[in-house]
C-alpha cells in the first residue's frame, strides 16, 4: 500500500540559486516617458523547499549593488553613487524570509524583509513554482535536479531614503522588481 506524504514524513529540500540562470531585474518610470529596465549582474540565493507538502523556507537572495546596469554607462556609475544605492558603503542589497503562504498549486506569496541602504522594510514577492526536473543536459546519472521560479514585487525607493528625483517626478518613487531563476537542488 502507497501512503499519501504525509509532514512528519516531508523532507525539505536545500536549493542553491544557479548564477548562470538567475535574473534580478528592476523597472523604474523615467519623467513619465518610459521606464528604464535594469538589472544586476552579480547576486546569489538559496531556499528550502519540499515539493510534496509545498512548504517553502529560509528564502535568501543577496545582491551586489555594485553589478547594477543599465546599459548606459554614466546613468549606471550615478546609480551606484550616493543619490541611489550607495554601493560604496552599501554593497549588498538582501531579501529574506522565513517561510511562504501557497496561494495555488504552484504560486505562494513570500511576505519578506529587504534590506537596502542599511534599512530594513517589509516585502512581499510573488512568486510562480514553473517547473522541477532533473535537468536534460549534462552527463547521465550526474544531471542536476532544477527548479525554475518567476518572481514579482515592488517597493518605494523612499523608504529607504532613496530619495533623488521623486519629488519633481524625474524618478519614479515605484520600483518594479523581476527575479527570474533555476536553481539546483543540493
Known amino acids: 500500500m502507497v501512503l499519501p506524504a504525509s509532514p512528519a514524513w516531508a523532507q525539505a529540500a536545500r ?12 523597472l523604474v518610470d523615467h519623467i513619465g516617458y518610459a521606464k528604464t529596465l535594469g538589472l544586476f549582474r552579480t547576486a546569489r540565493g538559496s531556499y528550502s523547499f519540499d515539493e510534496a507538502t509545498g512548504r517553502l523556507s529560509a528564502v535568501r537572495i543577496e545582491v551586489d549593488t555594485r553589478s547594477v546596469f543599465t546599459n548606459q554607462r554614466q546613468r549606471d556609475e550615478h546609480l551606484k553613487g550616493a543619490d541611489f544605492l550607495n554601493s560604496g ?93 533555476e536553481a539546483i537542488r543540493k
Open 15 to 26: 536549493y542553491e540559486l544557479d548564477p548562470d540562470h538567475l535574473t534580478v531585474a528592476f
Open 89 to 181: 558603503e552599501f554593497p549588498t542589497l538582501v531579501f529574506s524570509a522565513e517561510t511562504a503562504r501557497r496561494t495555488g498549486e504552484r504560486t505562494f506569496e513570500i511576505a519578506g524583509q529587504l534590506q537596502l541602504l542599511g534599512k530594513t522594510q517589509p516585502l512581499t514577492l510573488q512568486a510562480t513554482w514553473n517547473k522541477s526536473a532533473e535537468s536534460p543536459i549534462g552527463p547521465i546519472g550526474r544531471r542536476p535536479y532544477v527548479m525554475g521560479v518567476s518572481a514579482r514585487g515592488s517597493f518605494k525607493r523612499s523608504a529607504f531614503g532613496m530619495n533623488y528625483a521623486v519629488a519633481n517626478g524625474w524618478v519614479g518613487d515605484e520600483v518594479a522588481l523581476i527575479i527570474e531563476f
